[in-house]
DNA sequence: CCTTTTAACGTACATTTGAACGTAATCTAT
DNA sequence: ATAGATTACGTTCAAATGTACGTTAAAAGG
């Protein structure tokens, strides 16, 4: 995926709902977000307009209202997001980070063997692959 | 430890360097970023005043020379950091963010091995504290 | 058709962040 | 002792980010 801009907290925090739902109308974020925060429509509004002038997102207009949808793929941007993350905190590495991430939480027993049943299975995916270029 | 003012990524980056170093004047830290990148003397001082300021890092003078050091323990403010972006990305959910940063990688066996390992560390401890919480 | 309500666009403002300088003071070299 | 080099502090500036409003226009209601 081509870099997009930078994408700040607030715009972030926006564009996950916008992802969640689809589709949707200022009015209809400013909703989701009350549950969490306070949100004036006026600031919803310049952070929707500032993600669809950074390519984030796409308009489309019906009658006055502008519907914004996601122009770009979630995950894309989650993982360009996250990677910039654990390369300026951790110089990249996986391992420092991964224990980071286990060593902050409470995990059960089976949360560990979920994590190990993901871990196996790639594990067999690469066995899979290094089996088929051979 | 104490919630510390929000650590912007340049700050986070010359912070790293007086971790590193464990100690540090302005003229150390520039020379060490020069292998990165160009930064000016006294960009470097600016950054490292905003950071004394804050409470990251703390000041003694030798001479006309100001020598940081750091205030706080590098493990806390990695892990707030590292805990922001988990929640704003994945909601805390830390199954995903483990998915992610294993996905975007290509892991040997034995990358995957010494995750195991970590895992199979951690299952022993829980067991260990069970057993002595009964 | 007129009035009211509400949304969009352009714009504004404060703070934060990235980046850097000017002057005074201190240290080093001669 | 003086000149040159270098550092600190206070300050400056631009861009980014967080937040919000005013006027115009479109839709809804009466």
Redesign the pocket.
């Given at each position: 995926m081509k870099e997009l801009?930078?994408?700040?907290?607030?715009?972030l925090e926006i564009a996950r709902i916008v992802w969640r739902l689809q589709e949707a109308?200022?009015?209809e974020i400013v909703e989701e977000l009350a549950n969490d925060r306070?949100?004036?429509?006026?600031?919803v509004?310049?952070?929707l307009?500032?993600l669809a002038n950074k390519g984030y997102l796409k308009?489309r207009?019906e009658?006055?209202?502008?519907i914004y949808a996601p122009a770009v793929d979630l995950e894309g941007v989650i993982s360009q997001v996250f990677e910039e993350t654990v390369e300026r905190l951790f110089d990249g590495k996986m391992l420092p980070a991964f224990q980071q991430l286990v060593n902050s939480r409470d995990l059960t027993e089976s949360d560990i063997d979920e994590l190990q049943t993901l871990l196996n299975g790639l594990k067999a995916e690469r066995k899979r692959k290094r089996g088929k270029s051979k």
């Open positions: 801009p930078p994408l700040p907290k607030s715009e109308t200022v009015r306070e949100a004036d429509f006026w600031t509004q310049t952070y307009r500032r308009v207009k009658g006055r209202t502008n």
